[in-house]
């Protein structure tokens, strides 16, 4: 089970870190994503952190500004959202996979979603 947090609202230049524990003995084992979905859009890929913190994978549009992070010891992964724009406005989930090989922006390839943090920026 993933539970989200840190979300709120913030002005345009502002930052937030959003949080996402985990429940159960196996978080070391597990890829973690954060994706985010906009009213009326799809949800989007925004990083990945690789179960040993040693890789991690950005969306080109928060490449710069965002960071995914990772402390095994507390089973806890981070995303650290710098210069927020209003278009960075969403509900952000955080998300398991534990298979290998697989298209880590492809949703649907998840195992496990928390049930999301709202960030809205104001311009």
């Known amino acids: 089970q993933l539970q989200a947090s840190g979300g709120g609202l913030v002005q345009a230049g502002g930052s937030l870190r959003l949080t996402c524990v985990a429940s159960?003995?196996?978080?070391?084992?597990?890829?973690m994503g954060w994706f985010r979905q906009a009213p009326g859009k799809e949800r989007e890929f925004v990083a990945l952190?690789?179960?040993?913190?040693?890789?991690?994978y950005y969306a080109d549009s928060v490449k710069g500004r965002f960071t995914i992070s990772r402390d095994n010891t507390k089973n806890t992964v981070y995303l650290q959202i710098n210069s927020l724009k209003p278009e960075d406005t969403a509900v952000y989930y955080c998300?398991?996979?534990?298979?290998?090989?697989?298209?880590?922006?492809?949703?649907?390839?998840?195992?496990?979603w928390g049930q999301g943090t709202q960030v809205t920026v104001s311009s």
């Open positions: 159960g003995r196996t978080f070391s084992t597990y890829d």
């Open positions: 998300a398991a996979v534990g298979k290998v090989g697989v298209d880590y922006g492809n949703p649907s390839e998840y195992d496990s």
């Open positions: 952190i690789t179960w040993s913190g040693s890789r991690t």
